[in-house]
């Protein structure tokens, strides 16, 4: 019972327009029948007078008589007047129902207008095309008006040309998506486009109607709630991932602190490595705003405008003052969700980190059994292996969200053996690069994929285990990270070297050796700086990491195959034993 008023409502509003549309249909036909019925009286009219002026012509006697020539006249302009009356009715009638559009159309806040094969605008268009579109669109070049740049005007003139070639394999629908979605507006209002045709009679295309929305608001209201789902999902990852949050917060410091210190143009280079590393990290807990900034005091930092130290310095401080004020802004939100003890409660599993290896230390003192204290950090410190990547899955993920490609869940494979995540810590935090490089030029879009004959979603593995040398008669953690993506293209590295180092030795290498070169400072075979990569220090950022545990990466790559970086650094699960030399011990 409780549904049947809905669902007569529902009927009624439904035949609303079947009744609205009825009745502008027999209006429109009562118009049509009033012009045929005018139409017919001033034939009759015609063929009556006709009539009487060839009465002499078949040998009948004219009219003479002046009441029936009076009858005749006053029904002729009876007739006559009254057809005016009707036809006066008639335009009264068109011209209302066109004032009546004209405020319709106005009314809706868009902008309409039409062109033809040639790009011509006609002249009909409302008025909201000098607001939106910021001309009048009359008689001028669709080009024009919609302001295409002068490098696209070629293209937009075949698509054109397309557009209204007849029998074209392409169809409208299919051609209208390379013309342009939205307008440049001078007030950086968001102006949506649209198109939609007009057809004769045979079908084929006439004219193309363009309608401009502005979209402003819709688009604001979309940013603001889509900074609120970031901010939730900066939240829950903080959660998810305290221990990596608050390593960031402290390089993030450490980058303030290191901005306090003279530091020259030339000897910059760890610092712009830092400032590279952190704005992957931030973005990554979805901290945009100062992920934003980072990026762009970067990019100030690497500008050419900077010419001597002072200048760089200079800017130095101001780029520290954005940093803080931006981790400021962030550190208070976190607390006043967290709790102002967040930061102090430290790096954490079930309890402290560093209390682990304190622990530790104080059963050394206390003489405990060497073998009890390496089982100790071996089941309690150290951790699986693969929980060092979960981020890393994660990160891959969401990167290959954002540029529109597909992967798949990383594949784990080896033995997974248990390590102590302090000594290798900033190691695993340099990753990320190695993660953005594998989306931005390993994994190709699903569409190459295909072409290819492989699946659409790209496969990232990581392979660990622990392998012995008997030469140094020392154990090695050997982590193995591949994709099946796009791989290195040496004569790529090639063209890149050449604009670098013209007469380097990179000249008589082979392909296996000269691409060992993406881990050189500032190399890059991406033409233009994007969020992901372009600078050329992702990968020293990770050479350098791994050098400094007196360990060593080498990348492997089959072209069209995928890329495979077979990395070695010092396995250690004891307190006093050595790595090789360069290599940092397991220490508290």
């Not at 002046?66 to 335009?91: D, Q, W």
């Not at 559009?101 to 806040?109: A, D, F, I």
């Not at 210190?261 to 704005?279: N, W, Y």
Request: aromatic share 8%.
């Amino acid at each position: 019972m409780s549904d049947s008023p809905n669902h007569s409502a529902s009927g009624h509003e439904a035949h609303k327009p079947t009744l609205a549309g009825t009745a502008a249909l027999s209006e429109a036909t009562r118009q049509v029948d009033i012009i045929h019925t005018s139409l017919a009286g001033m034939t009759a009219i015609v063929l009556v007078l006709l009539f009487a002026v060839a009465l002499p012509v078949f040998g009948l006697s004219p009219v003479t008589h002046k009441a029936e020539f009076g009858i005749m006249t006053a029904a002729a302009l009876a007739g006559i007047a009254y057809l005016y009356y009707m036809n006066y009715r008639v335009h009264q009638h068109v011209s209302n129902q066109a004032r009546l559009t004209e405020v319709l159309v106005n009314s809706l806040g868009q902008g309409f207008l039409s062109f033809d094969m040639n790009g011509l605008c006609g002249r009909v268009y409302s008025q909201a095309c000098l607001s939106l579109l910021e001309t009048m669109p009359a008689e001028k070049n669709i080009k024009d008006v919609l302001h295409i740049p002068e490098d696209q005007r070629g293209d937009f003139k075949d698509w054109m040309e397309v557009l209204f070639m007849p029998n074209h394999a392409i169809g409208f629908d299919d051609v209208i998506k390379f013309l342009p979605a939205f307008f440049p507006h001078s007030e950086g209002r968001r102006i949506s486009l649209m198109y939609r045709p007009i057809r004769s009679k045979d079908g084929a295309l006439s004219q193309v109607i363009v309608i401009a929305t502005d979209q402003t608001e819709e688009f604001e209201a979309q940013q603001r709630a889509q900074d609120q789902q970031s901010y939730a999902e900066m939240i829950c990852r903080i959660f998810k991932e305290r221990n990596q949050f608050l390593a960031t917060v402290t390089h993030v410091r450490k980058f303030i602190e290191a901005a306090d210190q003279p530091v020259k143009r030339e000897d910059a280079s760890s610092m712009l490595r830092l400032l590279h590393t952190l704005k992957a990290a931030v973005k990554h807990f979805h901290l945009e705003e100062l992920g934003r900034t980072i990026h762009k005091l970067e990019t100030e930092l690497r500008s050419e405008t900077i010419a001597t130290d002072e200048d760089f310095q200079k800017q130095l401080k101001v780029a520290k003052k954005e940093v803080e004020d931006g981790l400021a802004s962030v550190m208070d939100q976190v607390r006043e969700l967290i709790g102002q003890d967040y930061e102090g409660r430290g790096n954490m599993h079930e309890v402290e980190e560093s209390a682990l290896y304190e622990f530790a230390h104080e059963m050394e003192d206390k003489n405990v059994d060497r073998n009890l204290i390496r089982h100790f950090l071996r089941t309690i410190a150290a951790v699986p292996a693969n929980e060092c990547f979960r981020q890393f899955d994660r990160e891959l993920r969401d990167l290959a969200e954002i540029v529109g490609k597909q992967v798949k869940p990383v594949r784990y494979t080896g033995s997974n053996p248990r390590i102590l995540t302090q000594p290798i810590q900033e190691f695993v935090f340099s990753l990320t690069h190695v993660c953005r490089n594998i989306i931005d030029h390993g994994i190709e879009p699903a569409v190459t994929r295909l072409a290819r004959g492989k699946d659409p979603a790209g496969q990232v593995s990581i392979h660990t285990d622990v392998i012995f040398d008997n030469e140094k008669k020392s154990e090695w953690l050997h982590i193995i990270i591949s994709d099946d993506g796009n791989g290195i293209d040496p004569s790529k590295v090639r063209a890149k070297l050449a604009t670098v180092d013209p007469q380097g030795a990179w000249r008589h290498e082979d392909d296996q050796t000269v691409i060992q070169h993406i881990f050189s400072w500032g190399f890059s075979t991406r033409e233009n700086v994007s969020d992901l990569s372009g600078h050329g220090v992702g990968m020293e950022a990770v050479e350098r990491e791994i050098r400094l545990l007196g360990g060593s990466v080498k990348v492997y790559s089959d072209l069209y195959r995928g890329t495979r970086f077979d990395i070695r650094i010092p396995y250690i699960l004891d307190l006093h034993r050595k790595a090789p030399e360069g290599a940092i011990t397991a220490t508290a």
